[in-house]
């Protein structure tokens, strides 16, 4: 099964109001909390990157993901 790709603007929707700078698990927390589907979620957990200074980095981690 092909992995389904998320859109950054809608990962962001679930990251709006977090506070940066933030670790990967807290991207992940977060986005839980404000009710990311799986899709979102397991985006999340794909990424390389496991500190964030804000949105732009979380975007760009996510154009690095296979």
Do not use: C, H, W
């Amino acid at each position: 099964m092909a992995k389904v790709k998320t859109a950054p603007i809608l990962v962001q929707k679930y990251l709006k109001g977090l506070d940066y700078p933030a670790t990967k698990q807290d991207l992940i927390n977060y986005a839980k909390n404000n009710g990311a589907d799986e899709n979102v979620i397991s985006m999340l957990q794909g990424l390389r990157t496991n500190k964030f200074n804000d949105p732009a980095d979380v975007s760009k981690a996510m154009g690095e993901i296979d």
